[in-house]
Each structure stands twice: as structure tokens, then as C-alpha cells.
């Protein structure tokens, strides 16, 4: 079946540090992939999205660039802040329209 | 514009006791879900329903019933608690697909004892 591996946490970085974290997926055909966030005490929103391959999604200075060649869906930001503590999600939409979920990966910025 | 809210925030059950996590949205979707999250473990689906009247299993329905109520409301019981229930539960509401994006209440944290 389809599933989505990221990298495991936590990951700790210094603020204005450059971020990845690492998705890859599996699935048939091409599924709409998706990152999401969690901050402390809050339930998950979406962050991105990207629905074809080759296609680049960003929002508040994230990028994550669907890659069908490595099935991968690597979230990246040049400088981070202390707010960008949170646990981000990817996902993928499977073929009944439903999310296939990753773990998770704990973000943790340091001033 | 609410969005998603959830109730109660927090509860402690000792095992065996019964008690039911409310959900509503104000979005007009068609589509709820209910999952929990565990360490390690991301989102799990529990139950979700397509629209209203309608209900199905997810990944992990065992021990869980649910209501849709109407098109606002989608609840979730748990009828006899159990340890392994422990766990942050989030119902999430649906813009329909394809390009499906949900969206999340805050969560109900759920201690059983």
C-alpha cells in the first residue's frame, strides 16, 4: 500500500540555520503530496501543497519540490526562526482521496 | 468562522468508563474525519464519513463508534475505555477532493487510567 517515510526527529537547529526534512513516499500513480504543521497545543494545518510532478510548493518561506523520479517530497527553508518550532507532517493523497500520513519530524529552533 | 472545534480539551477516564468527543465545523463540508496521534506514530484514522448520514471504518476502529450527527457535527464514543486509548484525538474537516485539504481542530487530549 502507499505509505509516506520522513526523517526522524528531533531535529535542532540554530536560528537563521538553512532546514530540510526529508520525504519520501510510495504509491501508485501520482499522488497530490502535502506538508503539514503542528505548533505546541495546536491541531495540524496545512502548509503546502503540490499536485503534479515538478511542481513547487511554498507558504511563509517553505519550499518543497514534488520529485517523481525520487518520489520524494523534501521540505526545505533558507533561514529559520525560533516560531518555526513545530512538528511538521507530510502526506500523500491516496487514490480513494484519503491522507496517507508520516510520523512526523520535531522541529526545534535554538536563538 | 469557527472552523473546527472540539470538546472537552482534556479528560481523564479510569478503564471501563464511556464518554463521547464532540466535533463541529462550520465550513460546510461535506466530509469528517476522526484520527488520533500517538508518539511515533503520526495520524491514525479512526473512523470517517463522507457526508452526512454516512460512516466508515478507517485504519484503526476497534474499541470506537461514531455519529454524524448532521452535517455540522460528527462525534466520536468511546463506550468502554481502555489504556491503550490514551491519546491526542483531532477530527478534521474536509474540502472535497481532489485536492483535498483539511483542516483541524485542537485536539482533545484523552488520559485512561
Known amino acids: 500500500g502507499d505509505s509516506v517515510t520522513q526523517m526522524e526527529g528531533p531535529v535542532t537547529l540554530s536560528e537563521e540555520a538553512f532546514l530540510t526534512i526529508n520525504c519520501t513516499y510510495t504509491a501508485t500513480g501520482y499522488p497530490s503530496l502535502f506538508w503539514y504543521v503542528q505548533y505546541p497545543g495546536e491541531g495540524l494545518q496545512l502548509l503546502l501543497k503540490?499536485?503534479?510532478a515538478d511542481d513547487k510548493g511554498s507558504n511563509k518561506g517553505f519550499e518543497a519540490t514534488y520529485r517523481k523520479e525520487t518520489t520524494s517530497f523534501h521540505l526545505e527553508k533558507g533561514s529559520v526562526q525560533v516560531s518555526d518550532s513545530a512538528v511538521y507532517f507530510c502526506a500523500l493523497e491516496d487514490s480513494n482521496y484519503q491522507l496517507i500520513w508520516g510520523a512526523g519530524t520535531k522541529l526545534i529552533i535554538k536563538p | 468562522n469557527a472552523g473546527v472545534t472540539q470538546t472537552p480539551k482534556f479528560q481523564v477516564l479510569k478503564t471501563g468508563q464511556s464518554m463521547t468527543l464532540q466535533c463541529a465545523q462550520d465550513m460546510n463540508h461535506n466530509s469528517m474525519y476522526w484520527y488520533r496521534q500517538d508518539p511515533g506514530m503520526g495520524l491514525r484514522l479512526i473512523y470517517y464519513s463522507a457526508s452526512e448520514g454516512t460512516t466508515d471504518k478507517g485504519e484503526v476502529p476497534n474499541g470506537y463508534n461514531v455519529s454524524r450527527l448532521n452535517k455540522r457535527e460528527f462525534s466520536l464514543r468511546l463506550e468502554s475505555a481502555a489504556p491503550s486509548q490514551t491519546s491526542v484525538y483531532f477530527c478534521a474537516s474536509v474540502r472535497d477532493s481532489p485536492q483535498e485539504t483539511q483542516y483541524f481542530g485542537p485536539g482533545t487530549r484523552l488520559l485512561v487510567l
Open positions: 503540490a499536485t503534479k
